[in-house]
């Protein structure tokens, strides 16, 4: 049986996932992580590896002084069809459960470092950091809908979609605009995302939002640095 790839939803990454695959399969490992360099520690994996790249010790959000590793576990894996067998029924995470046992065990448990862009899309203000990313290329990906900078007054790109109803007198900054949304006149939104069926009142000031499906920000209304769901428009 043939390997497989195990990866997060709420992480980016650039990461070529056929060299990864001749990696693991080179290495003969049993699981590959795929790591990045990162400055601080914190609140992440973090594999300590030797020279050869195999993952000597895997701490899941060390302290700065636990490890003098800065190469982080990016939530991409390869794992051998066997490590299956290990994984209880219930929900559990490979980082605090799968991961420190076959490293202990002896498993060859291998780190490919990528140099490239990912990114944790855990957040709010770090989901809207990809979509800037991707608006602006730093992240290649598909995109749906129209990039225009006609409704911008600095020349930045937005994204919209089709079936999008846009008023006269709104002005668009850094924004992703799903289908079926509607702009009401004289709206100012910048660096946010508006998800398919929001309604934009007339002369609202939108920044750094996330604008849920079916969601509406009033007429006038001032809204700033938050995510907007729940109950339909």
């Known amino acids: ?4 790839v195990v990866a997060t939803a709420d992480v980016l990454n650039g990461v070529d ?3 990864t ?31 050869d790249g195999r993952v000597e010790k895997f701490w899941e959000k060390p302290q700065p002084h636990q490890t003098s590793s800065r190469w982080a576990n990016i939530a991409l894996w390869i794992f051998e069809p066997q490590l299956l067998q290990l994984l209880p029924c219930t929900f559990n995470r490979v980082e605090d459960e799968l991961f420190p046992q076959i490293i202990q ?13 990912w990114l944790d899309v855990g957040t709010r203000e ?6 800037n990313d991707a608006l602006a290329g730093v992240f290649q990906c598909e995109k749906r809908g129209v990039l225009s900078c006609e409704y911008s007054h600095r020349g930045s790109f937005s994204l919209v979609e089709n079936d999008v109803q846009i008023a006269s007198n709104v002005r668009l900054e850094n924004c992703v605009v799903g289908r079926d949304v509607k702009i009401e006149c004289g709206a100012q939104i910048e660096n946010s995302v508006l998800l398919e069926g929001a309604t934009i009142g007339e002369n609202a000031v939108v920044r750094n939002l996330v604008v849920g499906p079916q ?5 006038n209304e001032v809204a700033e640095n938050v995510m907007l769901y729940g109950t339909k428009s």
């Open 1 to 4: 049986r043939a390997p497989f």
């Open 17 to 19: 996932l056929e060299s």
């Open 215 to 219: 969601m509406r920000v009033e007429k």
């Open 126 to 131: 770090r989901y809207l950091q990809a979509q």
């Open 105 to 117: 065990n002896g498993a060859p448990v291998y780190a490919f470092r990528h140099d490239g862009y």
């Open 21 to 51: 695959l001749q990696f693991h399969q080179q290495k003969k490992a049993a699981a590959t992580i795929v790591c990045a360099r990162v400055e601080n520690p914190e609140g992440l994996g973090i594999c300590e590896i030797n020279d």
